[in-house]
């Protein structure tokens, strides 16, 4: 049997190993939804046990008119918190602001 080659680790991969290990002990439990004034809220259970919840503002309904714009306000929320990821955390947040926007 031939020795297995592992690929050079690359600068994506090994930035998602550092943010890993930055949040150990932090876990998104759930996405709440504020309706006035537009906004969002992570709940975030601590290692031990706790939970809080860690809001964000979002654009006022009169600033979002399209799908292009949700879009963008999930990509700056996912920019902004390192415990969100693209591959795992946008599709739920694309519904969540579409149905608050009512863009769906």
């Known amino acids: 049997s031939r020795p297995r080659r592992v690929p050079p680790r690359s600068a994506r991969g090994w930035a998602r190993a550092h943010r890993r290990a930055s949040q150990m002990?932090?876990?998104?439990?759930?996405?709440?939804?504020?309706?006035?004034?537009?906004g969002i809220g992570l709940e975030v259970q601590q290692s031990g046990g706790e939970c809080e919840i860690v809001h964000k503002d979002l654009l006022p309904p009169e600033q979002v008119s399209s799908v292009a714009d949700i879009l963008a306000e999930v990509d700056r929320i996912i920019s902004e918190d390192e415990m969100l990821t693209k591959k795992r955390h946008r599709p739920a947040l694309i519904q969540l602001l579409g149905g608050l926007y009512q863009l769906d």
Do not use: E, N, Q
Not at 29 to 36: C, G, I, S, W
């Open 25 to 38: 002990g932090r876990k998104l439990k759930r996405f709440l939804l504020r309706y006035d004034p537009p």
